[in-house]
Every structure is written in C-alpha cells, then in structure tokens.
C-alpha cells in the first residue's frame, strides 16, 4: 500500500524510532452540496486541516444548520471561495495565524437563515450579511465587519445607509451606482474608522440618482489598497417630482407633449431651461404661469435631461426621462 495516499491530512504517526507529519491535499468542491458530504468533494472525503480547499465558480457549498467545522491543526489550512459557501447557522473553526480564507471576484460568503459565523480561534468572526470578493478573512479579522446596507427613494433622492460591527485598517468607502447591475461608476467616498470595535453608522444622500431602477453597491479600500465590494442593492426611482417642481407623465417619448408644474404664481415670471448630461442647452424659454407645456422633438436623442425653472428668488430643478 502506497503510505502517501493514506495520509492525505494533516496529521503526526508516531513509531519507537521516530515520528512523522505529513501535509494536507488540494481538495475541490465538484457539485452543489453539503461541506459533510463526501461526494461534494473530489477526493470523495470531507476538507480536513492542512488542506488547500476550493469553491469553484459556479458552485454551492453548504455549511449545514449548527454544524461547527472543526479545521484546526499544525498545518496551514487555506480556503478559497469563488462559488458560494453558505452557512446555515453554523461555524467553521480554523487557526487564528496562518489560516485563510480567501473570497475570489466571483465568490460570495452567505449566512442564510438570519445570522451566521465563520468562527477563528478564540476570536469568532460574525458575519451577519453577504461576503463577496475579492477579500480575505485572516487573522481572526474580517476589514469589515457589516451589518447591513441599505437604500431607499424620497422625493426624489436615493438615501443610503450602512453600519459596520467593527473595522480593521480601514481607510475609506466607496460608494458606487449602476444602471444594469453589471456596469458601476464610482459616486462618492467616505473616510473609514480606520480600526474600530464599536459600530459604526453612515448614510450618503445621492442627489442625482437615475430614474427607474439603479443599483449601488458598497467597497471598503484598506490602508494598503486592498478592497473589499460587498453585495449590491436596488433602489426604484418612482417620484416625480423634485422640491416643487413636477413633470407630469414622466417619463416621456419622442413626440409627446410635456407638461411642468411650477409652485410659482400665475403672474411670476420664469425662466425654464432644458439641458442634457453633457450640458447642451436642448430648450430655453420665458413663461408667467404656474404650469409650461412644449412638445418634444422627434430628433431628440433618449436619455436623461434636467429641467430648471427659474425666478429672481428661487430655482428648482427636475429630471426628464426621454425613452
């Protein structure tokens, strides 16, 4: 019998004459399924201490309902995830030196069930919302610690909101939007608490959020530049109406008639302007009434356009969407 091929963990025989360790394996997730469950893995046993274990895209590995998975040993024990590994209301112990775990750009870290922990060594790791790459849990630290991460629509803004646990080597957040979930252009950054073990509450107000649906998601930069992107939310951007500045039947078609309400008085005069995100003029004109209608052009391009109406004391701005 090859005696290699029976030591495939991390482990010590000890003989009269001398003792022996070996390494553990390289050990990869093949199919959807349960962490205890010997044919989830390709070696056709469970990850043991010492081995180098990997998620790969594309697939699920569960963490079963108060299972504590029990990795601690001698050796180094790496985790890499760039599938899903979801724990159930359950824990993984590992070393709180050497061991990792390691989340890829695909890979995402799930507590289903409420809250969950991947616990270290004398200093459990709470992971109350989603986990995903790229970023390592090392040290017996996540960099961040979030509770949640939140957005809601009011008048016309999109208010975000995010409270952190505690934080480590924290430098400062990103706040990021998208249209199609797939594609986000950075909107904001925020200074971190550097390291903190006390929760910490933030909110930013995007004043110029698109109309519709839009995405925003949340990254955590550390001091020496690694980042962490957490899990994206939606926000639906329903209100039409900016201050006291209403667009009737917004969003509107190439054609259509567009109608404006005004808070002004009937006998105030105003001044309306029409410009498109890169600044060009499209409409400029003067009425006295609380209310301004105009047809839009067929050669209009669609997109998104801000409305200004304006008097000698006041200015109020609004957003047209053209399809």
Partial sequence: MNFFKVCFTACSLSFIMFSFTCQGADITAITDGSWLSTSTW?????????????????????????ENIDLTGPETTIITVLGVLDFQFANITINSTNDQIIVGTTGSIEPTGGFSFDSFLNNPVLITN??????????GTLPIVLLYFEGYESEGLV??????????????????????????????????????????????TDKTPYFGRSYYRLKQTDFDGTSETFKPISVELTSLMDGKLTIASNPVRKGDKVRIITSANNNE????????????????????????????????????YFVTVSSINSKEVARLIVK
């Fill in 42 to 66: 390709d070696l056709g046993r469970m990850p043991a201490s010492g081995d180098n274990i990997l998620v790969p895209n594309g697939l699920t590995v569960e963490v079963p309902f108060l």
């Fill in 130 to 139: 989603s986990v995903t790459g790229p970023a390592t849990i090392e040290n």
């Fill in 269 to 304: 005069i105003l001044t309306i302007s029409i410009h498109n995100m890169l600044g060009e003029v499209i409409l400029n004109d003067q009425f006295i009434n609380s209310k301004y209608e105009f047809i839009l052009k067929d050669n209009i391009k669609s997109g998104m």
């Fill in 159 to 204: 208010y975000l909101q995010w409270e952190s646990a505690s934080e480590t080597n924290n430098d400062y957040y990103s706040i990021e939007r998208s249209l199609d979930g797939l594609d986000y252009e950075p909107i904001a950054t925020m200074k971190g608490m550097a390291n903190s073990t006390q929760s910490k509450l933030y909110s930013y």
